[in-house]
């Protein structure tokens, strides 16, 4: 396995060996540069940090400070927020609950969601994957006086950056910044994921130390904060080399999902990744790997193939310059021409979290699950 020194800086060349670091400050005195900077990295790499965005520091510093506590609280009020009690596939979910490739990622987490009520009403004539979106499980404020406060103040920030920063993406490939606009719904019906990830340290030298498999994102854009020291976020470059993308505090890790990938023709690359679990050895007071990933969903409507963006010439042209990608094991999209964006999310969760669909959408747990309910679940 290759990897990039620990301090990544930009590079330059169609295959890479580290991620960009680009400055959000830079829009205010050279917006140009940025936005060349901006194009390169969705270009050539799929990936990028992002240092001094709007988001405040403040709010960020508080969520870090409560993920430990979030992770501590007794199993029985963990418990009680379990993703198999809501239809949304939001709250809380065991260590190995779930696979990539067969084998058990070995994390702990819980989905959280931006504020949002359900459209989806029992018996209307709607489509079920409206119900894909609605509320959060919180655990009980008493136990966690604030979190919930914090994260909200979060997420809403992320959210806005989120939509800034598809607009910045929109004209560093040469055209208008609400050229991407078509691909969202109106405010009170979008609604945008996050999870809070815990990777416990792997003491037994022989045990694998998977965190999560390799896999693509699906959607648009992914804000992801490595909310620990430690290291274990992988980047796969164009000749199928591992890239380690270690934490850089004051920075989000932002990479292109399929679904951005697909409807810009190529141009926004989507990168397969992966995250190592921490390891030390047996005894040794080490702390877990946190994370924060924000994934940035477009409307559950919007059919993929029925818009097609123009580009310049000249922009499509720097796609050819790019080489061939090597073939990954990642999991690939394939449904984004064919159904909505909301169906095919919907499919992703129910053969990720089988519990919940066997007890919110036993037609499609049937469907994929002829035989019952497995071990775990599996995207990929």
Do not use: C
Request: hydrophobic share 35%; no cysteine.
């Amino acid at each position: 396995m290759s990897s990039s020194s620990d301090s990544p800086s930009s590079s330059n060349g169609a295959n890479f060996s580290s991620v960009p670091i680009l400055d959000y400050a830079l829009l205010e005195s050279s917006k140009p540069d940025f936005i060349a900077q901006l194009r390169h990295a969705l270009i050539n790499v799929g990936f990028l940090y992002l240092a001094n965005s709007p988001v405040s520091q403040q709010d960020i510093a508080e969520l870090i400070h409560y993920i430990p506590k979030l992770f501590a609280l007794p199993q029985e009020e963990k418990e009680k927020i379990r993703m198999v009690h809501s239809p949304h596939f939001l709250g809380y979910s065991r260590l190995g609950a779930e696979l990539t490739k067969d084998k058990v990622d070995h994390r702990e987490q819980f989905d959280f969601a931006t504020r949002h009520e359900t459209r989806w009403r029992e018996g209307e004539d709607v489509p079920e994957y409206w119900r894909l979106w609605g509320p959060s499980q919180w655990p009980e404020e008493s136990l966690i006086p604030g979190f919930r406060a914090t994260l909200e103040r979060y997420l809403d920030q992320v959210q806005a950056l989120s939509y800034t920063f598809i607009s910045l993406l929109s004209e560093s490939f040469g055209l208008a910044p609400d050229a991407l606009n078509y691909f969202y719904d109106t405010e009170e019906n979008m609604q945008h994921r996050a999870k809070i990830v815990q990777y416990p340290i792997v003491t037994d030298p022989n045990a694998d130390d998977q965190g999560v498999g390799p896999h693509y994102d699906a959607g648009f854009l992914t804000f992801l904060l490595q909310a620990s020291a430690h290291k274990g976020l992988q980047v796969q470059n164009l000749t199928g080399e591992w890239i380690d993308a270690p934490p850089i505090p004051g920075t989000f890790v932002v990479n292109i999902g399929k679904a951005l990938e697909f409807v810009t023709q190529g141009l926004a690359r989507a990168t397969s990744h992966r995250v190592l679990s921490p390891r030390g050895a047996p005894g040794e007071p080490t702390l877990p790997r946190y994370s924060v990933p924000f994934f940035q969903n477009i409307s559950l409507d919007v059919k993929l193939a029925e818009k097609t963006l123009e580009f310049p010439p000249e922009i499509l042209k720097l796609k050819e310059g790019r080489g061939k990608v090597a073939a990954t094991d990642s999991v690939n999209f394939s449904e984004f021409d064919r159904e909505p964006s909301g169906q095919v999310g919907l499919i992703g969760r129910v053969k990720s979290h089988p519990d919940v669909a066997q007890q919110h959408y036993p037609a499609l747990f049937k469907k994929y699950f002829p035989e019952g309910l497995p071990r775990a679940g599996s995207a990929y």
